[in-house]
């Protein structure tokens, strides 16, 4: 595939996501707060107003439990509506919308939900208890859906793009901290993630790191300074979290035989929880050492510098427990 | 209402149609409620006795195309949409052959074909929806309308007020009613609102509302059609508040000892079935002969639907396992 001759930023990709997908398919359309005239609070859905009219670029009223319901009522009506969460905190107010009627409806009584939910989520930006959430364990349990993290550019263009065609409720996690700081280059022509599979952003033999989102960039970073001291990491980006691709997670850690999980969401009931609990079950004989899960602290995210940055993984926090497991 | 304007507002074979529905739900909901007190149905059974005419009334004042989001007492909107007593007691028993395949049970069935949207338990949870499906049919230009309720329970949820709102800014195609039924489980009204009309909760959003006689099968299908038409013609949303009377404990399990019994003896005279007799033989369109006769059909038919739904399977165990997923969105 050709490339584009620039760089493409995250929050980039996602906007001409939305703008090619509109453009291929009248049946999609955007819903959220303020994303008409004023293009969304991350500008993502700039000049889209203007390009599909106001029946396209819905501006809703402040009531994220009703206009998701809407967007279930328009997506089993035909159309493939794209919600925005201003914040993927504010998710909460749809929490039942989401878990009890997107998710169950298809299973209940085969009507399907084609419909995606962006939140914009994640912590490294001071945005205190409200605005640095990550829900994704709140919907990791929730049968019916399906959840992606995406942390490259490339990922996040194409991930969104399949999710707007899939006819699953699709949860987009896109992270906030990475919507300017990382760019690339894309392919000119259409291309899709495919939802489910995962993908190993690093080759390595020693140890598997399986993470998504931002905490991918961490990981590639210990990667990088762990190298000199001779440990070679892998590092598996999950992409996908539900479905969640088993098979790469498997076929790593059966490689190296050691495995760390991280995450940015809270550790208790996590992703990582998920995931140690099945190589407990399906790669016991092949583990050289335990299991380890780097995530923040069973607390809400802190507002102050130093509260944040102590929240947070470092990546000083997976040279630390990559060095332990190099001894086993 | 006067006879007079009903006889030229309504087709005579209208209101016989309606008349036949009120039966055949009272006959599919009676046999339930023995199945449920013989212990052969498993789970709630909640029934729409002494409100049937909401149900009959708005789902006879809709055209086809259009769709409903149900509520749990509206029996009536299924049979009127083509779900057969089979289908409906297949249903009650967990058959696979119910509309939710054992999925989900009592009046928790849908099928977009037919037009009509599962019930979600969460109360007030499908009004959004049905405000999202009515914003499909104003993006595509289409004239079709949505109809969807709650009771005066469910009208305290924030979603009630959330789709409300947001219908009315849209000026969308759609219909919502209440049916105040004076309780919701064992509340009263003025433990649930400080207001004694529900309909009061619609001005909030600039949203014309009216109070209906919800036992009264023609006074609800002619607000019901007046609601459709101008919704329509683009004129936006409007709100019914049906008045009626829970005349069943909450469930078929709750003898509603909470209820007092002269309340209930007032409104037993204002039985919708009773009610549409009377407005038959007022209006010269049927008599006592002729309701018996209904009536004897419908059971029938009921009881042929017992035996469909009895004798066919229950669903296999791994079964639980289809159709978390859907593979294609293409049918809708
Ligand atoms: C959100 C929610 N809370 C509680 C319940 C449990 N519940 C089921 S029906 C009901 C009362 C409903 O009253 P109302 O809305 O007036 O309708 P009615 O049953 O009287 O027709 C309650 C409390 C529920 N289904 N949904």
Known sequence: MAQSTEEVSYLEAISQALDEEMARDERVFLMGEDIGMYGGAFKITEGFLQKYGEWRVLDTPLAESGFVGAAIGAAMMGLRPVVEMQFADFISCAFDQITEVAAKNHYRWGAAVPMVIRAPFGGGVHGGPFHSECPEGWFFHSPGLKLVAPS?????????????????????????????????????????????????????????????????????????????????????????????????????????????????????????????????????????GPVIRIAPPDTPVPFSTPLE?????????????ARKLATY | MDVAVIAKEIKREDLLRMYDYLRLTRAVEDRITALYRQGRIVGGVYTSYGMEAIAVGYASALERDDVIAPFHRDMGAFLIRGFTPGEVLAQYLGKRVGPSKGKDGNVHMGDLRRGVFGFVSHLADNLPVAAGAALAFKMRGESRVVFTGTGDGGSSRGDFHEAMNFAAVRRLPVVFFCNNNQYAYSTPLRLQMAIPNVVDRAKAYGMPGEIVDGNDVAEVYLAAKHAIAKARAGEGPSFLEFKTMRMHGHSEHDPAKYVPRELLEEWKKKDPILKAEQLLKQLGYGEEA???????????????????????????????????????????
Do not use: W
């Open chain 2, 290 to 332: 002729y309701f018996h006769e209904v009536a004897d059909r419908v059971k029938k038919e009921v009881e042929a639907g017992v035996e469909f739904a009895e004798q066919s399977p229950l669903p296999e165990g791994p079964e639980v396992l289809e159709g978390v997923f859907a593979m294609s969105a293409d049918s809708h």
């Open chain 1, 309 to 321: 940055e102590f929240f947070l993984p470092k990546t000083s926090d997976i040279i630390a427990a």
């Open chain 1, 152 to 288: 490259t550019p490339y990922d996040a263009k194409g991930l969104l793009k399949a999710a707007i065609r899939d006819p699953n409720p699709v949860i987009y996690f896109e992270h906030k901290f990475l919507y300017r700081r990382i760019k690339s280059t894309l392919p000119q022509e259409d291309f899709v993630v495919p939802l489910g599979k995962a993908d190993v952003k690093r080759i390595g033999n020693d140890i598997s790191v399986i993470t998504y989102g931002a905490m991918v960039h961490l990981a590639l970073e210990a990667a990088q300074s762990l190298a000199h001291e001779g440990i070679d990491l892998e590092v598996v980006d999950l992409r996908t979290l539900m479905p969640l691709d088993k098979e790469t997670i498997y076929a790593s850690v059966r490689k190296t035989s050691k495995a760390i999980l991280l995450h940015e969401d809270n550790k208790t009931g996590g992703v990582g929880a998920e995931i140690a609990a099945l190589l407990a079950e399906e790669c016991f004989d092949c583990l050289d």
